[in-house]
């Protein structure tokens, strides 16, 4: 990150973690492939299954259960693995476009769970729906959302599903680091994690089973890697740098009653800045390093500019991965005007984020609002 700049969008990417480089490179130095059996490839087995136990560890899973991947999209399509013509897939509609896309699912075998207006999953809807004769194969509902950090009631999702008699399967890359935890309390039987959302490097994900008996269908057969769930040569330096993230993730939960002071200051200087501010998802139990609002009548698009000239590097709340700005799916399955979700700014923190962050995108918030209260008056005086 360019020194000096205010980086406030750790949902899109976090930051790589010095001691990720440090791991990253050294498992570069030691060369080797793991599938080997000579010592280099004994030493890159190593690395791989020192960062398994690790990346086991932040969900309370056995290391046999972890499978990686080359990151969060993949292990999603890994989960959704449609076994007959008839399976059906209930997913949440503010899930990412990972999940929605369905993995092996057909587009008319996916089905969308509502949300009310604070972006949880509607409880009863879901329980009516399961009630009915044609139960879903998969569940799949996020443990935390991307763009407002809603957070939802997974374990009561898992509840409903398996008494259905469907799988769940929760990704969990954004709650990652920033809740406690563990799969058997979830009662999932897959969760998804991504390297490079907890300071890991980008391009090394994993999908986690509850336990190894669960079932997973390959996306494509290969090599015998990863117990054949995902052939081909591991990467060893992003999975090396993956544990070690893994592990300083799972140590940083308690920074999160620190994180929350910091977003819930921040969010109360937006609405002294415009008392018209709108922060999404605020009735629900949030992540405390998302916020996600906006004021009507502020382009995300031209704010984003203008926060940018001035170092502070935050997401449009419906930027998509192109970088463009579109409609966001997420706020407006929680019933926003298009108007409103046209101007959703998401300041998401992390690992390095320190209040004087957040104090820079407050004075650079405020400037852009002063100049164009100044030019509405311009426009009045002028008519
Ligand atoms: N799931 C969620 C909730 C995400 O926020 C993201 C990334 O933005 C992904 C999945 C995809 O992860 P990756 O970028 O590792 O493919």
């Given amino acids: 990150m360019e020194a000096g700049s205010a980086y406030l969008d750790f949902n899109a990417t976090a930051p790589v973690r010095p001691e990720a480089i440090e791991a990253a490179c050294a498992a570069m130095r030691v060369g080797g492939n793991p599938s080997s059996v000579h010592s280099a490839g004994r030493a890159a087995r190593k690395l791989v299954e020192e960062a398994r136990r690790e990346v086991a560890a932040l969900v309370g899973a056995e290391p046999g259960a972890v499978t990686f991947t080359g990151g969060g999209t993949e292990a999603n399509a890994l989960a959704l693995g449609r076994r007959s013509e008839t399976d059906i897939l209930l997913a949440s509609s503010v899930e990412h476009p990972s999940v929605l896309g369905g993995g092996r699912f057909a587009s008319d075998a996916i089905e969308l769970i509502p949300v009310d207006p604070d972006g949880v999953v509607d409880l009863a809807w879901l329980e009516r729906r399961l009630g009915t004769e ?23 999702v898992a509840r409903l599903a398996h008494a259905a008699g469907a799988r769940v399967h929760c ?15 979830l009662d999932a039987d897959y969760v998804t994690l991504s390297a490079h959302k907890i300071g890991g490097p980008q391009g090394a994900g994993a999908l986690v089973r509850r336990d190894r008996s669960v079932p997973v269908m390959p996306l494509y057969r290969g090599g015998g890697q990863e117990r054949s769930l995902r052939p081909g040569t591991e990467s060893v330096a992003a999975i090396a740098g993956m544990g070690v993230a893994a592990r300083l993730a799972a140590g940083e939960i308690g920074r999160q009653v ?34 996600c609002f906006a004021v009507p009548g502020v382009s995300a698009e031209t704010a984003m500019i203008a926060l940018d000239l001035d170092g502070v590097c935050v997401s449009s709340g419906s930027a998509c991965s192109s970088g463009k700005v579109g409609r966001s799916h997420v706020l407006s399955a929680m019933g926003v005007a298009p108007d409103l979700a046209a101007g959703a700014i998401r300041v998401s923190l992390g690992w390095s984020s320190a209040r004087k962050d957040v104090e820079s995108f407050i004075e650079a918030w405020r400037r852009l609002l002063e100049r164009r209260g100044g030019r509405a008056q311009e426009v009045i005086e002028a008519a």
């Fill in 134 to 156: 044609t139960a879903p194969a998969i569940v799949s509902v996020m443990l935390a959302n991307n763009e407002t950090g809603a957070i939802q009631p997974v374990a009561e």
């Fill in 171 to 185: 990704d969990a890359v954004q709650a990652a680091g920033r809740l406690p935890i563990d799969i058997a309390a």
């Fill in 258 to 291: 620190e994180l929350e002071r910091i977003r819930d200051w921040f969010e109360s200087e937006l609405c002294t800045i415009s008392t018209a501010t709108a922060v999404f998802a605020k009735g629900a139990r949030r992540l405390a390093n998302t916020s």
